[in-house]
């Protein structure tokens, strides 16, 4: 069964401080792998697309890790700031005659002062 | 428009009254799903377009909900004798053809329903 889990559900951190989300999945044919944040009140919007070459890829303050061996990915999240709080959800595509996504439940990450 | 446009984007209506919520995908982007999110829940996947090929309706709750899309177009979700339980928001995704895209999903902002 095509399964996308993430941890931790919820996290806080102090603003400035580093943190990493975890995504682990079980979906093949595996296609690529996404992250996305979603605002409180907003739509997700993609952060990074990694596929099954790549190890690592960054995006400003993220960096999403993918061990295609293991099925897992992470996003770090450096020297976090108070608009990084927000839903980050994994997402996983598998190529089945198009493309079938399946979502991950997201992880609520909230930045205090 | 540059994006996904959504509307309403908020409903509020009376249990067993009909809704209806629109979706204006990208120009160009060939396949278009639909989504709920319940308050502090992750993604649900409801149905999904492509071209003009049969819709993928595996995630619909019920048979008070169905969506229709006329070609590559704007989608109508219509959710029949709302329940108190339907009150989410509904977020739709467009995407360009699945031959050439990378599988980025492209969100609307959402319709938030709440029914009374």
């Known amino acids: 069964k095509n399964q996308v889990e993430q941890s931790p559900q919820s996290l806080i951190i102090l603003e400035g401080k580093n943190c990493t989300l975890q995504c682990n999945y079980t979906v093949s044919p595996f296609s690529n792998l996404r992250w996305y944040k979603q605002d409180t009140g907003r739509g997700p919007v993609s952060l990074t697309i990694?596929?099954?070459?790549?190890n690592t890829k960054s995006n400003g303050r993220y960096t999403a890790t993918l061990d295609a061996d293991t099925k897992q990915s992470s996003l770090h999240i450096t020297a976090s700031q108070l608009s990084d709080s927000a839903s980050y959800i994994c997402?996983?595509?598998?190529?089945?005659?198009?493309?079938?996504?399946?979502f991950g439940a997201g992880t609520r990450l909230f930045v205090k002062a | 428009g540059a994006g996904v446009s959504q509307s309403p984007s908020n409903k509020v209506t009376e249990k067993g009254k009909d809704v209806e919520l629109r979706c204006d995908p990208i120009s160009g982007h060939t396949a278009l799903y639909w989504y709920r999110q319940r308050l502090g829940q992750g993604l649900e996947f409801l149905i999904y377009?492509?071209?003009?090929?049969?819709?993928?309706k595996s995630g619909l709750p019920s048979d008070r909900f169905s969506a229709e899309r006329t070609g590559e177009s704007v989608s109508t979700l219509t959710i029949q004798r709302t329940q108190q339980e339907d009150s989410a928001v509904y977020l739709c995704?467009?995407?360009?053809?699945?031959?050439?895209?990378?599988?980025?999903?492209?969100f609307g902002e959402g319709s938030r329903l709440t029914v009374l």
């Open positions: 995704a467009s995407t360009p053809a699945s031959g050439s895209n990378t599988g980025e999903l492209f």
């Open positions: 377009f492509q071209g003009n090929s049969a819709p993928d």
């Open positions: 997402v996983v595509s598998a190529v089945t005659g198009g493309f079938k996504t399946i």
């Open positions: 990694m596929t099954f070459s790549e």
